[in-house]
């Protein structure tokens, strides 16, 4: 079955910086478009970025451009999202997430608290 497993958050001061993994396994991964996704207390979950599949082409929300890279490495099945100068607004729960048709699969995220 696919499993998303999510790893590297944690509390971090203003300008820090985080990578978050990504692990997948169940499904084909190096044919897959890989996504981060957030979501803050109250709020929808949001899109951060993704990566699409063979040429690795990514794309991001205007909040993060500029300080988060996404990138994959389909020998390991990981996508991984790099966060520079953190903001506290991007304090969320980010999660990992990819499709196969109508399905859609989620990691279980993981916290990223941005305070000093």
């Known amino acids: 079955q696919v499993q998303l497993v999510e790893s590297g958050g944690g509390l971090v001061q203003p300008g820090g910086s985080l990578r978050l993994s990504c692990a997948a396994s169940g499904f084909t991964f190096s044919i897959h478009t890989m996504r981060w996704y957030r979501q803050a207390p109250g709020m929808e979950r949001e899109l951060v970025a993704r990566?699409?599949?063979?040429?690795?082409?990514?794309d991001y929300a205007d909040s993060v451009k500029g300080r988060f890279t996404i990138s994959r490495d389909n020998t390991k099945n990981t996508v991984y999202l790099q966060m520079n100068s953190l903001k506290p607004e991007d304090t969320a729960i980010y999660y990992c997430?990819?499709?196969?048709?109508?399905?859609?699969?989620w990691g279980q995220g993981t916290q990223v608290t941005v305070s000093s």
């Open positions: 990566i699409s599949s063979t040429r690795g082409i990514t």
């Open positions: 997430n990819t499709d196969n048709g109508p399905s859609r699969y």
